[in-house]
């Protein structure tokens, strides 16, 4: 029974470039959230998506970042011309339901460093 | 704004030693209050959630509790495998959200 998949789990990345990480729910997970997590501070709430769907994008970058969870396939967090701002390790985590108990399933992270 | 804040940062026991981590929030209207554990390199893991006020969980050495305005994390008698870093989130009514602390570092010692 697999857990949350993230890919990759390492990135590096040059300023002005573009990085893509991936996530895969655990299965029977139709709810997607991406926290961030900077060095010395606390997880960071992204974005929250359904399938095919953005329910809540209110702690995401209005610029550069964007986020998607298609009928088929994983959910991808994109961001455009990187920063070094941007280093940071990225979670992704699923639940089964929407109203959830705060039970979230969380995978091992993507760490971007930008050069 | 909601908010929480965790204390101490980092904390070393010896093995067998208890102690307490704490929790502090502010939220505008509670939905739940969560802890969960992290190990280096990896994601968090789901320990408790707390809903109301005199509300207590426990799973094995670890008992969580929760007043109207902070949690506590006891653990009792820990064992070096329960280093870790301990997250304390909350979720406000009418959010999907949650609110992170940036943790307590735990390290114990045998």
């Known amino acids: 029974n697999a857990g949350v998949m993230q890919n990759p789990r390492h990135l590096v990345r040059r300023r002005g470039q573009e990085a893509r990480l991936r996530c895969s729910p655990m299965?029977?997970?139709?709810?997607v959230y991406w926290y961030r997590q900077l060095p010395e501070e606390g997880l960071k709430f992204m974005v929250y998506?359904?399938?095919?769907?953005?329910?809540?994008e209110s702690g995401m970058p209005k610029e550069r970042f964007s986020a998607e969870f298609p009928k088929e396939g994983p959910s991808i967090l994109r961001i455009q011309q990187v920063v070094r701002g941007d280093s940071a390790a990225y979670f992704c985590?699923?639940?089964?339901?929407?109203?959830?108990?705060?039970?979230?399933?969380f995978g091992e992270g993507s760490r971007l460093t930008v050069l | 704004e909601d908010q929480v804040t965790q204390s101490p940062e980092a904390l070393r026991l010896q093995e067998g030693e208890s102690s307490s981590l704490n929790c502090s929030y502010t939220?505008?209207?509670?939905?739940?209050l969560f802890w969960y554990r992290q190990d280096p390199g990896k994601g968090p893991e789901f320990l408790f959630t707390l809903y109301s006020a005199g509300e207590e969980k426990e799973k094995e050495r670890l008992k969580a509790t929760l007043t109207k305005k902070e949690s506590f994390l006891h653990i009792t008698a820990p064992k070096p495998e329960d280093s870790a870093t301990y997250l304390c989130?909350?979720?406000?009514?009418?959010?999907?959200?949650?609110?992170f602390g940036t943790g307590t570092r735990l390290q114990v010692f045998p």
């Open positions: 299965k029977g997970h139709s709810h």
């Open positions: 985590a699923s639940s089964p339901t929407g109203y959830n108990t705060g039970e979230l399933f």
């Open positions: 998506l359904q399938k095919e769907n953005i329910i809540d």
């Open positions: 939220v505008s209207g509670l939905r739940g």
């Open positions: 989130a909350v979720q406000a009514r009418g959010t999907d959200k949650l609110i």
